[in-house]
C-alpha cells in the first residue's frame, strides 16, 4: 500500500488511498474525541488510550478465537469491558490524583500504559493476530469509478455516526449540559445537586470505551498486536495539538482531516506519510499556537 | 549536620573512583554514569523549571548518532566527537523549545513527544543511521589524539571526569540567579512574568541547557558502548529518563543519580531478582519476572505517582528534617 509512486496516478488509486486516509482519519476522530471528553472533565491526558484501543481490537480477537463470539456482538462487548475495566481504573488510580498538577494524570496513566501493554505481550508476543473481515462486509462493490471495499465503507461510517452521536449528547441534550457544566464550573455543578464524580467516572468510562470501539473497527484491517496502539497514541497527541481539545467538532474534523492529509501524502511522497502529521502540528504551532479550534483554559 | 551533602558527594566521589578496584564492572558504571547525567540534565527542566518534556529521547539518541556518525566517518577524535554530539543536542533542543514554549502545561508534553517521534522516525528512515541496526563498531580512538581509551579504566576517568564536571555544572546552574528565576517560574509564572523576567526566553534556556547535556550523556553513552542504536531515540527512553528522576526525586540534585543507579540496576539485574524471588518464596512465576520489565516498569511508575512522589531523596530529606526538628524541640 501506498508504493505506487507514479507520476500520472490512476484515479482509482488515488481514491483508494483518499479512503484509506478516511479510515485512518476515522480512528483518529474517536480517539481524539475521547481524549478531549476526558481532558475536558477530568483534566488527565490519558495516555492509556492507545494501550485501550489496542485491548478493544485483542478482545474482539480473543472472543472470536476462545468464545466463538462474532464481529457483531464484539462491537457492543469490548467497548462495554474496556469502559468498566475504565470505571475502574478511575475509582482506584485517576481518582487520588485530580488535585495535584496535570503531569501526574499523563505519568500515572503511562505507567497504566505499560502494565497493560506489558501483560498483553508476555500473552500474546508482539508478532500480530489476524482476524477476518465479517462475511456480511467482506467484498467490493463496483461504483462505477473504483471498487469500494465494503468493511472500509463500512468503518467510516459507523466512526461517523459514534462521533456525531457523541456530539449530539454532549452539545444537544440535558446530559450534555450538565457535561459541559462540569466542565467549566464542578463545585457550582454539584452545589446543584449533581453527582460530579459519578458523571466524572462515568465520563472516563465512556471515553475509554470509544477507545475500544475504535479497536474494534480496526481489528479486520489493521494487523492486531499488543503494540498497535503504540504509535498511534502519539499521532492521536499531536492531532490533539493540532486541533485544540477545546470543542467536540473540532477533534472530531481535525482526526478526520489529518488522516486524508497522511492518505494523500502516501500517493505522493510515502517516506514522509508516517511524519507528515507531525510537520502539520509544526506549521499550526508557528501559525496558531493555540490550535485550529483552541479555547485553551 | 549542616555538612551532611558535602560529605555524601564526597563519599560518592571516592566511591566512583575506587570503584573498577574492588569489582565493579566498569563499562557498566560507566553506562550507568551516562544515564545519571541524562536523568540530571532532564531534572534541571522538569525539577527546577517545572516543564514536562516528553521528547529527552531525541537528544539522547540524535546526538548519540550524531556522535558516532563523527567518530566514525569524520574521524573526529573523541572529544570532538563528544562537543558535536553536545551541539547537536543543543540545536535540536532550541527548535523544540522554540516550538514547544507556544503552548503550556500539558500541551508542552504533547508537542516534545510528538516532536520527538519525528526524530526517531527520521532515524528508522535516513541513510546514516542504518536504520534497524543502527550504527555499530564506532572506534573509541584517542582522547586529543594522545590518550588512548580502548582501555577500559582509562576510559572510566575520562567519563567520571566529564560527568562530575557536568553534574558541577547543573548544581552550578540551580544556585545561581538563573536557577533562582526558573524556580520561581515554576512556583508561579504569572508572578515571574509580572515583576518583568521574560519568561519564555528564561524557559527556552533551561530547554537549550537541559537538551545540550542530555545530548552530552548520549555521546558519551556512544563513545563507551561503541554503538547507537533506534533504542536510544524511541519514546520509551523519554519515558526511562522521567521514571529516573520521578523515582530519585523531582527537583533535588542527588535525586536523578539515586534515580538513574536504581532504575538501570533493577532493568539490568530483574531476572536474577526474580529467580531470586522464585527461590525464596517458592513462587514460579517470578522466574519469569525478567521478561516482563515492561510491567515492572509501569508499577513502579503507578506506585511513583500515587504514593512516593518526594522520591527517594525526598523522602530521606523529610526523614532527616523530622529528626532534625524533633532534636531541636528537645
Redesign the interface.
Known amino acids: 500500500m501506498g508504493l505506487f509512486n507514479l507520476p500520472n496516478l490512476p484515479l482509482s488509486a488515488l481514491l483508494s488511498q483518499l479512503l484509506l486516509g478516511l479510515v485512518n482519519g476515522s480512528f483518529y476522530a474517536i480517539l481524539s474525541l475521547g481524549l478531549a471528553v476526558i ?1 475536558g472533565l477530568l483534566n488527565v ?1 490519558n495516555f492509556a488510550h492507545g494501550a485501550l484501543f489496542m485491548m478493544g481490537a485483542v478482545l474482539t480477537w480473543m472472543g472470536l478465537t476462545y468464545f466463538n463470539i462474532n464481529y457483531w456482538a464484539m462491537l457492543v462487548l469490548a467497548p462495554l469491558a474496556v469502559g468498566l475495566f475504565g470505571v475502574l481504573t478511575e475509582r482506584l ?1 485517576l481518582r ?2 485530580y488535585k ?1 498538577d ?7 496513566t ?10 498483553f ?2 500473552a500474546y508476543g508482539v508478532s500480530g493476530l489476524t482476524y477476518d473481515t465479517p462475511d456480511a462486509l467482506a467484498g467490493a462493490t463496483d461504483l462505477g469509478f473504483m471498487f469500494l471495499p465494503n468493511y472500509r465503507a463500512w468503518v467510516v461510517a459507523a466512526s461517523l455516526g459514534i462521533c456525531f452521536a457523541t456530539w449530539f449528547v454532549i452539545e444537544k441534550t440535558r446530559l450534555g449540559a450538565y457535561l459541559r457544566a462540569g466542565t467549566e464550573n464542578p463545585r457550582l455543578v454539584e452545589a446543584f445537586g449533581i453527582n460530579v464524580p459519578l458523571m466524572v467516572t462515568l465520563t472516563y468510562g465512556f471515553g475509554v470505551a470509544l477507545a475500544a470501539f475504535a479497536g474494534v473497527l480496526a481489528a479486520p484491517v489493521i494487523q492486531v498486536s499488543p503494540l498497535m496502539g503504540q ?1 498511534l497514541i ?2 492521536v ?2 492531532i ?2 493540532i486541533g485544540g481539545m477545546g470543542s467536540i467538532m473540532g477533534a472530531i474534523l481535525t482526526g478526520l482531516g489529518l488522516g486524508v492529509i497522511e492518505g494523500l501524502t502516501k500517493v505522493v511522497y510515502p ?1 514522509a506519510s ?2 507528515v ?3 502539520v ?2 506549521i499550526v ?2 501559525i496558531r ?2 490550535g485550529l479550534f483552541g479555547k ?1 483554559k | 549536620m549542616k555538612n551532611t551533602p558535602s560529605l555524601v558527594y564526597t563519599l560518592l566521589l571516592v566511591a566512583l573512583i575506587a570503584a573498577p578496584f574492588v569489582g565493579a564492572y566498569p563499562v557498566f558504571v560507566m553506562k550507568l554514569m551516562c544515564f545519571a547525567l541524562f536523568a540530571s540534565a532532564f531534572n534541571l527542566l522538569l525539577g527546577y523549571t517545572g516543564l514536562l518534556s516528553f521528547g529527552h529521547a531525541a537528544f539522547f539518541g540524535g546526538s548519540a548518532y550524531v556522535a558516532a556518525h563523527a567518530m566514525k566517518v569524520w574521524g573526529l577524535t573523541p572529544e570532538l566527537g563528544l562537543l558535536t554530539g553536545t551541539a547537536v543536542g543543543a540545536l535540536l533542543g532550541w527548535v523544540f523549545g522554540l516550538l514547544a514554549i507556544r503552548r503550556q502545561g500539558i500541551y508542552f508534553a504533547m508537542i516534545t513527544l510528538a516532536l520527538a517521534q519525528m526524530v526517531f522516525f527520521i532515524a528508522l528512515q535516513a541513510k546514516f543511521t542504518g536504520g534497524e541496526d543502527g550504527l555499530q563498531g564506532v572506534p573509541r580512538g584517542r582522547l586529543f589524539g594522545v590518550i588512548d581509551l580502548r582501555n577500559d579504566l582509562t576510559m572510566y576517568y575520562v567519563v567520571l571526569a566529564v560527568v562530575v564536571a557536568a553534574f558541577l555544572l547543573i548544581a552550578r546552574t540551580t544556585r545561581s540567579p538563573f536557577g533562582q528565576v526558573l524556580k520561581g517560574i515554576k512556583e508561579n509564572e504569572p508572578r515571574a512574568l509580572s515583576l518583568g523576567y521574560d519568561v519564555g526566553r528564561y524557559k527556552l534556556l533551561a530547554f537549550v541547557i537541559s537538551a545540550a547535556l542530555s545530548g552530552l550523556a548520549g555521546s558519551l553513552k556512544t563513545l563507551v558502548l561503541g554503538f547507537a542504536t533506534l533504542s536510544d531515540v524511541h519514546w520509551s527512553a523519554s519515558g526511562q529518563v522521567i521514571l529516573m528522576t520521578l523515582v530519585g526525586g523531582l527537583g533535588t540534585l542527588s535525586g536523578p543519580l539515586a534515580g538513574a543507579s536504581v532504575v538501570v540496576l533493577l532493568e539490568n539485574k530483574i531476572g536474577e531478582l526474580g529467580h531470586l524471588l522464585a527461590r525464596l518464596t517458592t513462587i514460579d512465576w517470578f522466574n519469569a519476572l525478567g521478561e516482563s520489565v515492561t510491567m515492572v516498569t509501569g508499577l513502579i511508575f503507578v506506585v511513583c505517582v500515587l504514593a512516593f512522589r518526594r522520591g527517594i531523596t525526598g523522602e530521606v530529606i523529610t526523614v532527616v528534617q523530622k529528626l532534625r526538628s524533633l532534636s531541636n524541640a528537645k
Open positions: 481532558f491526558i488510580l487520588w490524583i495535584l496535570h503531569l501526574y494524570g499523563l505519568l500515572l503511562l505507567g497504566l500504559t505499560l502494565l497493560i501493554e506489558g501483560a505481550r508476555s504509535n502519539i499521532v497527541f499531536a490533539v495539538v517516506e508516517s511524519t502529521v507531525f510537520v502540528m509544526v504551532l508557528l499556537p493555540a485553551e
